[in-house]
């Protein structure tokens, strides 16, 4: 990659509007936990596709590597570039503009800077969902989310950020722009390139609108909280739960203790809804049609629990704002920890028939390497599991910097042997690419390094992010 230079700054004028150069501020060099630290000799802001063909075309002619910016919420580092030549900074900021919904159709098209919370705002306007939720919707932009295939609450029910999406405008390397912002169910014509752009993390292209999918606002929704006595009993309840409610089940989060002792220590304005916190715990949500009450079911389905042994305690939210109280428990977990800070954190995923071995297996190989809290919370209903690692109480993360590699690696082993992911949804990113090496196929990981150079011969997209640089 070349260092961008004085008449490349001059270039870059000559292609974009007035306000889409921006300071190059901590904002843009920052990610959430703290890991890295980005570069960027410039910051730009372009106001439509038009703008993104002709920076990346400059980009690519001189040699300056790209790091598209969305929101800058992602957890491995795959918006934050800290060596080699400072890179352009491609922010999609200004690119927010809803530009169609089509309710009778089920589809909302959307600009890749669009926030993922303005999304639902605007599909909750015409009485539809657009179902991807996460912590950070309040500062995500769906380009991000698209490019890291984002999982969230909701994929049990309707997938990951994939399988939310029909079409993409994509902006190549070489300034081309892929056209694909299609709203057909079925296309049959060829390659599947949107898939392939989705989950590539920028690598590939830069994702400036998508056509999404929407569905129908369920007619009834309701959440409880239910306490079980072991990962093994929630995903008996899970079973039961499937068998009670079938498609209505939309979200099944188990959590271990820790995450609300973190909660009280870190967050006290959050409501507890436990006086007594059960050792594991589980968030069930149900979206009923019409003629359902989602209340009903969820009292049949605890009496059918706590009847079979499975759960000893239970909270049904009984109105919107209780129901809110018992999210914002699970989604302010991530922040709480942020607040205690990781020693090590652990985005994976298992087969479901192997997530209990593998909490106890993994509990006993980190008690044995010394004295940790592990914060293990997730979705369970696909198997994806947020399996932290933290000091001791009264200790700092700093006094266990020797151990994090150690427990890593262990972690990661452990997940791998057992059929599971390293990355669940949280992306490869530039945190991850060691590991990609060492679980990936090997055949795999040839193929993606030929389809990178087909894309990007010049490497100029997100340079170290998901592949090494020169291999």
């Known amino acids: 990659m070349q260092a961008i230079n004085d008449s490349f700054l001059d270039a870059l004028q000559g292609v974009v509007d007035a306000r889409a150069l921006r300071p190059v501020s901590a904002q843009y060099l920052e990610e959430p936990r703290g890991r890295w630290q980005g570069q960027a000799g410039a910051v730009v802001a372009p106001a439509d596709v038009g703008q993104v063909s002709a920076v990346l075309a400059l980009c690519n002619a001189h040699g300056v590597g790209v790091v598209p910016y969305g929101g800058g919420t992602g957890l491995v580092g795959g918006q934050v570039m800290p060596d080699g030549p400072a890179p352009l900074l491609l922010s999609l900021e200004r690119m927010c503009a809803i530009r169609a919904v089509y309710p009778e159709e089920n589809v909302l098209v959307a600009e890749a800077g669009a926030i993922l919370q303005d999304i639902h705002a605007a599909a909750e306007a015409e009485n539809r969902l657009f179902p991807l939720s996460i912590a950070a919707k309040g500062s995500a932009r769906i380009g991000g989310n698209l490019a890291t295939n984002a999982g969230g609450v909701n994929v049990l029910r309707y997938g990951n950020a994939r399988d939310l999406c029909l079409g993409l405008e994509v902006v190549l390397a070489d300034g081309r722009v892929i056209n694909g912002l299609t709203r057909l169910r079925k296309d049959n014509t060829g390659y599947d390139l949107r898939n392939l752009i989705i989950g590539s993390e920028g690598t590939l292209g830069v994702i400036t609108a998508a056509a999404l999918k929407l569905f129908a606002q369920p007619a009834d929704t309701g959440t409880a909280l239910m306490a079980v006595g072991s990962p093994s009993d929630a995903l008996a309840l899970l079973a039961m739960a499937r068998a009670h409610v079938g498609e209505g089940l939309s979200a099944f989060e188990l959590m271990h203790r820790t995450g609300p002792e973190f909660l009280a220590e870190k967050l006290p304005d959050i409501r507890l809804p436990f006086e007594d916190i059960p050792e594991w715990f589980v968030l069930i949500d149900l979206g009923l049609p019409r003629g359902l009450r989602a ?41 709480a920890n942020r607040r205690v800070g990781s020693i090590s954190s652990h985005d994976i995923s298992l087969p479901l028939g192997g997530v209990a071995e593998f909490i106890a297996r993994g509990t006993e190989m980190l008690a044995a390497m010394g004295d940790m809290r592990v ?79 087909a894309f990007d011969p010049n490497g100029i997209l997100n340079p170290g992010a998901v592949l090494r640089v020169g291999v």
């Open 295 to 335: 209340t009903d079911a969820l009292e049949a389905l605890f009496v059918a629990a706590f009847e079979a042994g499975l759960v000893q305690d239970g909270v049904i939210a009984q109105s919107e704002a209780q129901r809110h109280a018992f999210w914002e428990v699970r989604e302010q977990i991530p922040e």
């Open 375 to 453: 914060n293990c919370f997730g979705h369970l209903g696909d198997g994806n599991l947020h399996y932290n690692v933290f000091p001791a109480a009264g200790r700092d993360k700093g006094q266990y910097e020797n151990l994090r590699e150690t427990i890593q690696e262990k972690v990661h082993d452990l997940v791998h042997a057992m059929g599971g992911s390293v990355s669940a949804e949280h992306g490869i990113g530039r945190l991850k690419v060691a590991d990609l090496e060492r679980y990936g196929d090997p055949v795999k990981l040839a193929m993606m390094r030929q389809i990178k150079a």
